[in-house]
């Protein structure tokens, strides 16, 4: 029988159940799980938000295979005041490092927030630094290179401060506080993901 688990990942919590010295883990939060259960992909230690658990390789496959395109949403707060220059450069594509190379990301799409999302509060917060102001954007890319995120903002001049996934589909962590999770069925899982489709 397969399971479906959609869980907002705290910050500095490990996409693994597998201890690794102090740090926390999934098993921190769902103990008795099924051991065949696992996190569809990862999410960053010093990252937040959606994480997909479940039994189902079928699904995992699909979600993993980069030939298979889906949409993820990230709400991304920066260090400094975004431009629209910015903007515009990380939707038609930025170049970073991946592995030593060079790589140009693909065409996202990427909007300035102009009020500051409903989020809940990190722990420990971002450093609050009194000369230096902040601003928050959301990007959804098709695409999922190693710290792809952080290295786009940074490389049009705004560090990521704080790095929410929000969505991947129509799957998000809406009513979800930190470290919470909720189960839903097949039916609901690939309605939301729109039965993903080969790019």
Known sequence: MHEYHIFHKPYQVLSQFTAEGE???????????????????????????????????????????????????????????????????????????????????????????????????????????????????SLTIAEGKNRQVRKMTAAVGFPTLRLIRYAIGNINIEGLAPGDSTLIDEKTLQLLLKKIKKA
């Open 23 to 137: 740090k926390r883990t999934l098993a921190h939060y769902f103990r008795g799980i099924s051991k065949d259960i696992y996190p569809v992909g990862r999410l960053d230690y010093d990252s937040e938000g959606l994480l997909i658990l479940t039994n189902d390789k079928s699904l995992t496959h699909t979600m993993l295979d980069p030939t298979f395109a889906h949409p993820r949403t990230y709400l991304v707060q920066v260090e400094g005041l975004l431009t629209e220059q910015a903007i515009k450069q990380l939707q038609n594509g930025v170049a970073i490092n991946v592995d030593g190379k060079q790589y140009t990301t693909k065409k996202a799409s990427a909007e300035i927030l102009l009020d500051d999302p409903q989020v809940s509060e990190r722990y420990p917060p971002v450093r609050f630094r009194m000369n230096i102001p902040t601003s928050w954007l």
